[in-house]
């Protein structure tokens, strides 16, 4: 078979990935206590899946951070929508992404195309129940705290150098004549002494030049017309009320020996709950597969800039540098190997097991669906050498296949993928079989060598040497 290198006009780069995860990617809206995986009727099953925001959402993630370093684009925020600041003339996002301008009915397509992730077995009705133990376990020492809906003291408000004792004497020092049954310089005489309905009045005419907040002469205004009765002669809300203005002026009339009123306070251990919290949630660990594709030619081609009220016209589209375009596919390729997932306190890797696809004449995902898996659990390899056969996707552009061999089994000898169409070498073949995260970089270094993937400007497209 001859060596000769040949060149073809390429316009898409495609890639199908095999991974797993031992988590659901994603949860759907849930119901009470019960949450439900994110599920899809797929190939005659129901199946978990990950819709393609969510994909989007964790590549552009990985993107963001080291070593890609991409700047999200800033956005407008309005009442009905949020749009991008920049257009892909600036940012690589709305670039890759794509983006829509409803205002001025301008979109981009993204050039970057997506099937989600999709598990490869049907969700067989598996659950987790969840529990909040630990949560008031009382071994591991923590503090319990609860809404204060009440005025009342409380022992834990009197941190030093507050006492009650010092409290309870300023005030008697003031004597307002209020009898009270409980005993002097304790929490009960506190407590008694907010329950009396006319003590604002009392403390008014003894200190007639005392000024109160906002909050207190509203609490007056509210009170007034029923601090003159008995507190047996009042409901509850009212109760409450004499209690929570009679908090508020001892507050601010002794200000450096009261308590604020907090609206937590510590429980008391005898009301710290037992009791577990229950919930249910959907699981399913699987192998999942998923496709990208990439539109080559509209990859940093500019056809809308930033300030303008309408769309370039076709014969007027502009590109940045090749080395910017090829930059943007890299870190895509590169992304990829890095892809992890963030839900419910797990972040699992999204390793590439298994991997197939290239750079064609045709922007197609034409492995999509084709990563099978064998009833003994191994890859079905026909299945790929299938696809590369039909549609004979070593005449039309450079085609690789990496599999993970400490995941699954291949035998060299007689696969006729590893044969035929993993290496890509023709005749010289070595029967060395490729690992995903190699077939990836394989990808990478055709896209990064001018000698191999190059843009011809004046005919505005990309010519691919193989």
Same mark, same amino acid.
């Given at each position: ?17 095999l ?12 119901y ?6 994110k599920?899809?009727?797929?190939d ?7 819709s393609?925001?969510?994909f ?10 080291e ?32 983006y ?30 969840i529990?909040n133990r ?11 705290f ?16 507050l ?20 005993s002097?310089n !304790?929490?009960?005489?506190? #407590?008694?002494? $907010? ?6 009045? &009392?403390?008014?005419? @003894? *200190?007639? /030049? ?11 205004s509210e !009170?007034?017309?029923?601090? #003159?009765?008995? $507190?047996s002669?009042l409901?509850?809300?009212e &109760?409450?009320?004499? @209690? *929570?203005? /009679?908090r ?24 710290i ?21 990439l ?23 502009e ?8 930059k ?7 992304a ?15 390793r ?37 056969s ?23 000898d ?13 005749s ?8 995903p ?5 394989e ?24």
């Open positions: 078979m001859s060596n000769e290198r040949k060149e073809l006009i390429v316009t898409g780069l495609t890639l199908t990935v991974t797993k995860s031992p988590v659901a990617l994603s949860n759907d809206q849930g009470g206590t019960y949450t439900p995986i599920k899809i009727y797929f005659n099953a129901i199946k978990p899946f990950a393609v925001s969510t989007t959402y964790e590549l552009k993630r990985i993107l963001k951070g070593p890609f370093n991409w700047t999200m684009t800033p956005l407008i925020v309005k009442s009905q929508n949020t749009i991008p600041k920049e257009t892909e003339e600036k940012n690589f996002e709305t670039d890759v992404f794509g829509l301008l409803p205002d001025k009915q301008i979109d981009r397509k993204a050039p970057l195309r997506v099937i989600p992730l999709i598990a490869i077995n049907p969700y067989k009705n598996t659950t987790s129940l529990t630990g949560l008031f376990d009382l071994s591991f020492g923590r503090k319990y609860e809404k204060n809906n009440s005025s009342d003291f409380c022992d834990s408000e009197f941190e030093p150098p006492t009650v004792e010092t409290l309870c004497n300023t005030i008697s020092t003031d004597n307002y004549s209020i009898s009270l049954n409980a002097n !304790t929490i009960d005489w506190l #407590n008694e002494l $907010l329950k009396v309905p006319d003590f604002y009045d &009392k403390l008014k005419t @003894k *200190k007639p /030049n005392v000024k109160f907040s906002k909050d207190i002469t509203k609490l007056d !009170t007034k017309g029923y601090r #003159n009765k008995n $507190l002669d409901n509850n809300e &109760k409450n009320n004499i @209690k *929570k203005l /009679n508020a002026i001892l507050e601010e009339t002794y200000p450096q020996v009261t308590p604020k009123c907090q609206s937590i306070k510590q429980m008391e251990v005898e009301k709950p037992t009791t577990q919290a229950f919930a249910t949630e959907e699981v399913h660990g699987d192998y999942y597969s998923y496709t990208i594709t539109e080559l030619n509209r990859i940093g081609r500019i056809e809308y800039k930033d300030g303008s009220s309408k769309k370039l016209d076709m014969d007027k589209f590109y940045k540098d090749e080395p910017t375009r090829k943007m596919i890299e870190d895509i390729l590169g990829l190997k890095q892809l992890s997932r963030d839900i419910k306190h797990q972040n699992p890797l999204l590439p097991l298994a991997v197939a696809g290239g750079i064609f004449n045709s922007a197609k995902p034409f492995f999509w669906d084709r990563m099978k898996l064998l009833k003994n659990g191994n890859l079905n390899m026909q299945a790929l050498a299938n696809v590369i039909d549609y004979k996707l070593e005449d039309l552009g450079f085609c690789t296949i990496g599999i993970d061999e400490d995941e699954f089994f291949v035998d060299k007689k696969d006729i993928v590893c044969k035929q169409a993993i290496t890509n070498e023709g010289n073949s070595t029967n060395k079989i490729k690992r995260i190699a077939a990836i970089n990808i990478i270094d055709k896209v990064k060598n001018a000698n191999s993937l190059k843009w011809e400007a004046d005919k505005k497209q990309w010519k691919l040497s193989i």
